[in-house]
């Protein structure tokens, strides 16, 4: 399915480039001294080219949305405008992808000058008109039956840089395929690609420079996981950093005996990058066998840890460990979110996370020095953090069951949050009081299948693409939409949902908070207040973060559901 | 190796395959999450009681092929080759839950319905009062589970708790809600489902409803059963009847 398709391109893309084109040379005016053919070069060049430097200055093209998390701090924050607290209820429904899959729909779309590019799990890349919902092209790519991913045959979205859209896939490949065409530029097995031992990707890739990086999933089948660069043209490997640290490797003496050969640490969701410090910072996941730690004496690193790399050499520059030694599955799989915030009366290059373990955490991102731990559900493993921000643990699972807050799901989970530099708040999914029974059974690694050591009772359970029904008790748990202030830790509001939510979240520059829940429901709050301003049902639940891009300087707002797409701008 | 080292690996390993056959003790919510991969999955060919395929009896732990817990999970996930059990599309953690119901109906004994499947649909439909809420065959009411596959998915022992002891177990598939309108009136029902805004269910008259909660003055989650307990209703004969005849019902013929 390429190859042929650019003289396909309709009339209206062409439209599109130009109005950004004339943007662009407006820019270009106002700053002066900038020759005219200069100018035009420069305009004709962005459209056919997503340099880095457009990537790093995204919020200059607002229109646009170029990296996974809208910027590479992941803020998950649109600074457009035209939809306000007065307006959002005049929104509608403009078009809906419907995916030719029953998967959940967790990819969140690319657009870049009116084009979108999302995935149709699990692995085909798919090219639209985004004013439309036309499809281009797609890209078909059918993984290996081998791939065995833990929880669903899903993908979390594309990268792109030049011409080129890079998509990770379920059994450990890495392709880049022309944004113009559809057609194949390379297809890569990064480390060789073993998806019958359980590596694999589900998620967006993260572009810095002339490098793309991945990170591979397996922590339920006792993989080794690890972090890798690959050179966006040629498709070789520049640089690995293993999530499990090896002999030789610092770290190693966290892992007895031999535990570390099968550690786990997956990499389930995109990083974040500090341009100032060239750190890229990434979540690692669970150790392995998942709940019983016995095989695996020591604090497992960098399980469960945030790890600042060199974005030229991989190279560890910090870690933080929230989840020492863990048995609850407390995957830190969640976007690391970069924000310059006020803490203690000075500037701080902040981190924020809000944590699977259910504890909201600032870092220092410069050094990784822990500024602030505060628990933001009901928590009930630990006895409290430590000046460093270690955790004394309380509670473990047993071969007779132990009753652990928050459940197996976590406080939150792969579920993108927002920041907002309006606002000064953090926006988090939550689930509220969850729990689940861990319980603890011997277990033996065997390359491909489960390793994970019995599984936790859970009232609540895993999403599926379809509707689901809720008849839960209130004392089970519920979700909600949280907004904490990071100066502090102090929670400013809370928008509670019946059933609990597997949704990311969006901020605006109008104050808006965009989210979702397993309900079915779109919903835009105050965010200021956490009032709800405006709903829509879309059906089923939502498993994938909303994003925000304009056309012709009409805003609109995306959201997956179930298996289809829908975006919503104002009536006309 | 010396003998005596030999001897030693020998116990060792015998000690450790006793350990696992000790491995019994399975949690309440274990087997309830196993009961229902059974109910929907191993039925068909094994019943509820378990006793449905030759030679092999689930209430009397009698396996044919199995012993150990670990036999039990293997034969679940890849079946038996050759023979109609088929490879079950199940996780370890699924299948261990199998295990465990497996285990804890063994644990029950074999409770073979004893009653009159006769008299006790006389009961059913007489001094039970049974038809006033639950159907079978589409005869009865909607309000209450239908249980004209009852004998199909539940077993006799489970069937009698919930006659004496309604309230010990609630599935979340048959809670009731309760709710106040805002000008008073009050609407119980089946809850069917919720969100946010709304509460979905069926309600006395058997309409499917829909309630705005912002149309509510208060609404509730009941945790007991709308049933009564029938331990002092009938006489020990008459439940045992009743029993028997609920556990007869395997669906339209």
């Not at chain 1, 277990?443 to 009232?459: K, N, S």
């Not at chain 2, 010396?2 to 690996?9: E, K, P, S």
């Not at chain 2, 309440?28 to 196993?34: A, V």
């Not at chain 2, 063994?106 to 639950?134: M, P, V, W, Y």
């Amino acid at each position: 399915m390429s190859g042929s398709k650019r003289s396909d391109m309709p009339a209206r893309t062409r439209k599109h480039e130009g109005a950004t084109g004339r943007k662009v040379l407006l820019m270009g005016c106002v700053r002066g001294g900038v020759g005219l053919a200069m100018v035009l070069a420069v305009a004709v060049g962005l459209h056919a080219q997503v340099s880095f430097d457009r990537i790093l200055r995204g919020s200059t093209e607002p229109q646009n949305w170029l990296t996974h998390s809208g910027d590479v701090k992941s803020q998950r924050y649109s600074p457009l405008t035209e939809i306000t607290a007065a307006n959002v209820r005049n929104l509608e429904l403009r078009w809906v992808f419907q995916a030719q899959s029953l998967e959940k729909f967790e990819a969140t779309p690319l657009v870049v000058d009116g084009i979108m590019y999302t995935v149709q799990a699990p692995n085909d890349l798919v090219a639209l008109d985004a004013a439309t919902g036309r499809v281009f092209w797609t890209y078909p790519y059918s993984p290996s039956t081998q791939a065995r991913p833990c929880c669903g045959r899903v993908n979390r979205g594309v990268a792109i840089l030049g011409n080129t859209v890079f998509m990770g896939t379920l059994d450990g490949h890495l392709l880049a395929v022309d944004a113009k065409t559809g057609g194949l530029v390379w297809n890569v097995p990064v480390g060789g690609a073993r998806p019958e031992a359980g590596y694999g990707f589900t998620l967006a890739p993260l572009v810095v420079k002339d490098k793309v990086i991945v990170g591979s999933v397996g922590g339920e089948f006792g993989i080794r996981g690890f972090i890798a660069a690959i050179d966006a043209r040629t498709g070789k490997e520049a640089w690995r950093f293993n999530t499990i640290a090896g002999p030789g490797e610092r770290g190693n003496e966290t892992w007895s005996g031999n535990s570390w050969q099968t550690g786990g640490g997956s990499i389930w969701v995109t990083g974040s990058y500090d341009p100032d410090l060239n750190l890229t910072y990434w979540g690692v996941g669970n150790p392995g066998p998942d709940w019983n730690g016995d095989r695996r004496a020591g604090d497992n690193l960098y399980s469960e840890s945030v790890v600042a790399l060199d974005a030229d050499t991989g190279q560890l520059k910090w870690h933080f460990q929230f989840t020492p030694h863990d048995e609850f599955d407390y995957d830190s799989t969640q976007i690391p979110v970069l924000a310059d915030i006020q803490f203690e009366g000075r500037p701080r290059k902040a981190m924020l996370w809000a944590n699977r373990n259910g504890m909201l955490y600032v870092l220092d991102r410069t050094t990784g020095q822990f500024l602030l731990g505060k628990p933001f559900v009901k928590v009930n493993w630990h006895g409290g953090l430590d000046g460093k921000g270690r955790p004394t643990k309380v509670l473990a699972p047993t071969a007779e069951g132990t009753l652990i807050y928050p459940g197996n799901q976590g406080g939150t989970n792969w579920y993108s949050p927002s920041y907002s530099p309006r606002t000064g708040l953090f926006y988090i999914p939550s689930w509220m009081d969850t729990f689940s029974t861990y319980i603890k059974r011997p277990v033996e690694f065997t390359e491909g299948q489960r390793f994970t050591g019995a599984a936790p009772l859970m009232p609540i359970r895993m999403v599926q693409a379809g509707a689901m029904l809720n008849r839960r008790l209130p004392e089970e748990g519920y979700g909600a939409v949280q907004a904490f202030d990071p100066k502090t830790g102090e929670k400013k509001w809370e928008y509670k949902m019946t059933d609990v939510t597997d949704s990311g979240v969006l901020s605006t520059a109008s104050d808006l908070v965009f989210s979702g829940g397993r309900e079915g429901y779109f919903f835009a709050l105050d965010a200021a207040t956490g009032a709800l301003l405006w709903r829509a049902s879309v059906g089923a639940p939502v498993s994938a973060g909303p994003m925000s891009f304009a056309i012709g300087g009409r805003q609109h707002v995306a959201i997956t559901a179930g298996s289809s797409l829908f975006v919503y701008a104002l009536r006309q | 190796m010396n003998a005596r080292i030999g001897v030693l690996a020998l116990l060792t390993v015998l000690a450790s395959g006793a350990l696992l056959a000790q491995q019994g003790k399975y949690l309440p919510g274990e087997i309830e999450g196993g009961g229902r991969l059974y109910q929907a999955n191993c039925t068909g060919c094994h019943g509820p009681e378990g006793d449905g395929v030759a030679a092999v009896n689930f209430s009397n732990g009698r396996f044919r092929r199995a012993s150990s817990d670990e036999d039990l999970l293997r034969i679940i996930i890849t079946g038996i080759p050759g023979t109609p059990m088929p490879p079950g599309n199940f996780s370890g953690s699924q299948a261990s839950t199998i295990v465990a119901y497996l285990r804890s109906m063994a644990a029950g004994g074999g409770a073979n319905a004893s009653g009159d499947a006769a008299r006790g649909r006389l009961i059913f439909e007489g001094k039970g009062q049974c038809q006033s809420c639950h159907a079978v065959a589409g005869v009865g009411s909607r309000l209450a589970p239908g249980l004209t596959e009852i004998g199909a998915f539940r077993r006799v022992v489970e069937i009698r708790t919930s006659l004496i002891e309604p309230d010990a177990e609630i599935r979340p598939e048959n809670r009731t809600v309760r709710a106040v309108t805002r000008d008073g009136a009050t609407i119980t029902g089946r809850l069917l489902n919720q969100d946010t805004f709304t509460l979905q269910l069926l309600d006395a008259q058997e309409q499917l409803r829909l309630l705005e909660k912002s149309n509510l003055r208060e609404f509730s989650l009941l945790k007991t059963s709308p049933m009564p307990s029938y331990r002092d209703k009938l006489s020990a004969p008459e439940l045992a009847d009743l029993v028997g005849y609920l556990a007869s019902l395997r669906g339209r013929p």
